[in-house]
Nanobody, 127 residues
């Protein structure tokens, strides 16, 4: 069972930056494909960014391309999401999700493709 713990959320002003971190621990915590999702009140959970288990392939939601960057440190079993130029529309509860990849090297974008989820970290951006 993999445990995922998110950190780094907070309340910021529009235009500021935040870095979210997802730390994986437990059996099978290494070499995972990881994704970030977010959910704002009244909205469905949406994909934000993902990274393949090797860290060599990424995917992003169109509205965050050029502003967010996902990276992976396999030695530390952590994935970071650098978020620049934050906007009020980015306000949400951000979740980290992970799954075994079995060598395919993909950056998964659907929530139902992930097997393990963290509890979430809140990001609030005010104008």
């Amino acid at each position: 069972q993999v445990k995922l713990v998110e950190s780094g959320g907070g309340s910021v002003q529009a235009g500021d930056s935040l870095t979210l971190s997802c730390a994986a621990s437990g059996r099978g915590a290494s070499n995972l494909a990881v994704g970030w999702f977010r959910q704002a009140p009244g909205n469905e959970r949406e994909f934000v960014a993902s990274i393949a288990y090797r860290g060599d392939r990424t995917a992003y939601l169109d509205s965050v391309k050029g502003r967010f960057a996902i990276s992976k440190d396999n030695a530390k079993n952590t994935v970071n999401l650098l978020m620049n130029s934050l906007q009020p529309a980015d306000s949400a509860l951000y979740y980290c999700a992970a799954r075994r990849d079995w060598g395919r090297g993909l950056a998964f974008e659907r929530s139902d493709e992930y097997t393990d989820w963290g509890q979430g970290t809140q990001v609030t951006v005010s104008s």
